[in-house]
């Protein structure tokens, strides 16, 4: 019998859960690094071989004592594997396989898929379209660039996730107050010119640096607007081999090949300018797409993100072929916002396309599925209107208190 491959994943937050019982499934020993924040969470413990808990406040922790940690457990289980399961964990990750010389995504790589500067660069690079962008190390180019690109513009923190700390601006005046208050920090900021549009995701698993899966979707409210003003966030896949499928997705595998990602899951978003029809890459991630998008994800194609990258993880250590399951080709929409009640009553939601109910404290979250695309549409813009009148509650977007 073949001796189990030893996987150490790494979770920032409460996720994943599919990944390590799919990965303890295959007969493989999982170890987890946490928060102890996240002690008292209902992490799949039965199919966790141990779980180890790092100080800090929130997505800190002191990397040299991590380093120590996971150097301590491999004198008696060498390791085949680190993950990281969520944005804030790459670099954690990348860290630990430097000095362990343990295969996968390295540091250099590993910034193409956290720092928003380093993306802009490398896809400009590949000749990969992108809107203009500056850095804000020096006061001569952001004058220039500033003088040269119309506003409105975002300030954009180069490694918070999501939308999380976008700043935008509308003048010159308004946008030195921004850098001038950010004092030394402000090289961890990337200025980009904002461009009104439709905003895709597509959410990709990938082996030996070919996309075995994509699925375009498009959000109907996306991060940044619920981030800044509140609301109902929606999403649904968009129509197979339509004008915007297929360039959305040729654009995909260019970030994909070139920002040097071998294995695993890909989250990546583009956006279609509303001036001149161009699809353009915004940013992309290593993981799973947050915001229970897998779900989404599932529903419409029958791929569960989680689990196949378990898979695709599973194979590449054990030298096994890896085989996609059927991709189903149907339609699906996802939508998630906050909610006034701790457990809301969603018996009201009661039309045969409903197919997952979020179970999240102080969320409503749906996902529905469908053979027909303006079926789900429908249902989507009728839900946001019964959520905004009976449950949505707006909370004001957080400071960031600390940029990574």
């Given at each position: 019998m073949e001796n189990p491959k030893t996987f150490v994943c790494i979770s920032n937050y409460f996720k994943g859960s599919e990944f390590l019982i799919q990965l303890k499934r295959l007969g493989n020993k999982v170890y987890l690094v946490t928060s102890e924040k996240l002690r008292d969470k209902p992490w799949p413990t039965e199919f966790i071989d141990e779980i180890f808990y790092m100080q800090g406040h929130d997505t800190e922790w002191n990397l040299e004592h991590l380093l120590l940690g996971v150097a301590d457990l491999m004198k008696s289980n060498p390791i085949d594997a680190i993950v990281a399961l969520d944005d804030y964990d790459v670099e954690k990750a990348t860290y630990l396989r430097e000095h362990l010389r343990i295969n996968g995504m390295g540091q250099t790589t590993g910034r193409y898929f956290r720092d928003k500067l380093a993306m802009r660069m490398r896809a400009k690079s590949c000749g990969i379209p992108i809107p203009a962008f500056c850095s804000l190390f020096n006061d001569h180019d952001i004058n220039t660039f500033a003088h040269a690109v119309s506003p409105p513009w975002v300030l954009k923190p180069r490694s918070e996730a999501s939308s999380s700390g976008i700043i935008k601006v509308f003048d010159i005046?308004?946008?030195?107050?921004?850098?001038?208050?950010?004092?030394?920090?402000?090289?961890?900021?990337?200025?980009?010119q904002f461009k009104l549009g439709a905003v895709f995701h597509c959410d990709s698993l990938v082996l030996n640096k070919e996309i075995l899966f994509s699925l375009t979707s498009k959000y109907l409210a996306t991060p940044m607007e619920i981030s800044q003003g509140g609301g109902v966030f929606r999403s649904s896949?968009?129509?197979?081999d339509s004008e915007d499928d297929i360039e959305i997705k040729k654009i995909n595998e260019q970030v994909i090949k070139g920002f040097g990602l071998k294995h695993g899951a890909a989250h990546t978003e583009f956006i279609k300018c509303d001036e001149d029809g161009q699809i353009y890459f915004l940013?992309?991630?290593?993981?799973?797409?947050?915001?229970?998008?897998s779900d989404m994800v599932e529903a419409a194609s029958n791929i569960n993100l989680w689990k196949e990258w378990a898979t695709i993880e599973d194979s590449l250590v054990k030298e096994k072929n890896y085989i996609l399951p059927k991709v189903n080709k149907g339609y699906a929409g996802i939508v998630l916002t906050l909610s006034k009640y701790q457990h809301p009553d969603l018996n009201s939601f009661s039309d045969p396309e409903?197919?997952?109910?979020?179970?999240?404290?102080?969320?409503?979250?749906?996902?529905?599925?469908?053979?027909?695309?303006?079926?789900?549409?429908?249902?989507?813009?009728?839900?946001?209107?019964?959520?905004?009148?009976?449950?949505?509650v707006v909370v004001e977007q957080k400071k960031v208190p600390k940029l990574h």
């Open positions: 005046e308004s946008l030195w107050i921004h850098i001038n208050e950010m004092g030394n920090n402000r090289f961890k900021y990337v200025l980009e896949n968009i129509p197979y940013e992309t991630s290593s993981r799973v797409g947050g915001a229970h998008l409903v197919c997952f109910k979020i179970p999240l404290d102080y969320h409503v979250g749906l996902v529905l599925k469908s053979d027909n695309s303006q079926r789900i549409l429908e249902l989507l813009n009728n839900y946001v209107d019964r959520l905004l009148r009976d449950f949505t």
